[in-house]
């Protein structure tokens, strides 16, 4: 049974980096058959898909955080990483890490229990 | 791309039929059938419930069924128990690789 489990900094001060890292167990990161994703969810609102990542290194971004947003792999730690540039108090959210099928899976099966990050001076 | 819109909140009595809609554009919802629900209870993370419009995962009752028509989408649950009670999202895939949820559903058993 695959495991996801998100951990970084709970606090982070505006305009600094947010920085966090998904760790999978249960499974390998690199199988080839899987996107990473993360999605973060600002308390009492609906979530939001932030991006994705192939094992390869491949990514896909959300248009309305792309400029801000870098995800990235390292397989031999069976881990992957967000990083969201210049945050604001708008960026305090629970930050979940998720997996979906690779080809055709276009859903998350498997999430992490969230963490939260919030920014603040 | 703006969120999927849901209604706030629906309600029901145990052992009714609750059905929750999923609006979106021909740009997302209309455009694949690749429409995602989730269902989330209080400070844990969501868990998948339907995918691919209709289908259910293993394990997942079959009192959750899903339909799309056009660019609405609906999760249908049968047989309302207490359990269902929770937040329940859509999400669909919006094309050049991207996804987004629905604004959520709180549903509650009356």
């Known amino acids: 049974q695959v495991q996801l489990q998100e951990s970084g900094p709970g606090l982070v001060k505006p305009s600094q980096t947010l920085s966090l890292t998904c760790t999978v167990s249960g499974g390998s990161i690199s199988s080839g058959s899987y996107y990473w994703s993360w999605i973060r969810q600002p308390a009492g609102k609906g979530l939001e898909w932030i991006g994705r990542i192939y094992t390869s290194g491949s990514t896909n971004y959300n248009p309305s955080l792309k400029s801000r947003v870098t995800i990235s792999v390292d397989t031999s730690k069976n881990q992957f990483s967000l990083k969201l540039s210049s945050v604001t108090a708008a960026d305090t959210a629970v930050y979940y890490c998720a997996r979906s099928r690779r080809p055709g899976g276009y859903y998350f099966d498997y999430w992490g229990q969230g963490t939260l990050v919030t920014v603040s001076s | ?110």
């Open chain 2, 1 to 110: 791309q703006s969120a999927l819109t849901q209604p706030a909140s629906v309600s029901g009595s145990p052992g009714q039929s609750i059905t929750i809609s999923c609006t979106g554009t021909s740009s997302d919802v209309g455009g694949y059938n690749y429409v995602s629900w989730y269902q989330q209870h209080p400070g844990k993370a969501p868990k998948l419930m339907i995918y691919d419009v209709s289908k259910r995962p293993s394990g997942v009752s079959n009192r959750f069924s899903g339909s799309k028509s056009g660019n609405t989408a609906s999760l249908t649950i049968s047989g309302l128990q207490a359990e269902d009670e929770a937040d329940y999202y859509c999400c669909s895939y919006a094309g050049s690789s991207t996804y987004v949820f629905g604004t959520g559903t709180k549903v509650t058993v009356l």
